[in-house]
């Protein structure tokens, strides 16, 4: 459900069908955060970069995908900071940009 949820995010490029996603995937993470938190980290980094062209709304979701990908590590925080730095820039934050790439290139 949240994959179709984020494909029609992807499509429609709006803050409500990101918003959508998010919150299908946080129901599921609610019910089981050992078997859902990737779900969750991944619609938020999805709908990160779905709404890129509006660095305000992107950059919660940005930040938060990493802050629940920290507790998982490997792949899935690598994306995520990737992500992270994409919106950064976007926002004109450059610094942090560089911050979140270098960060995410450590853990490479």
Known sequence: MVDALLAHARVARSPASVD???RAARSLCERDAYEHSGTL???LRSGADTL???PGI???LA???VSVARGLGGPPLIVSL???SRVLRAAGRVADADAAEAEA???S
């Open 82 to 84: 990737a992500t992270l």
């Open 58 to 60: 992107a950059l919660p």
């Open 63 to 65: 930040e938060e995908a």
């Open 105 to 107: 290139e450590s853990l």
């Open 41 to 43: 980290v991944r619609a």
């Open 52 to 54: 890129i062209r509006r």
């Open 20 to 22: 959508g996603a998010v």
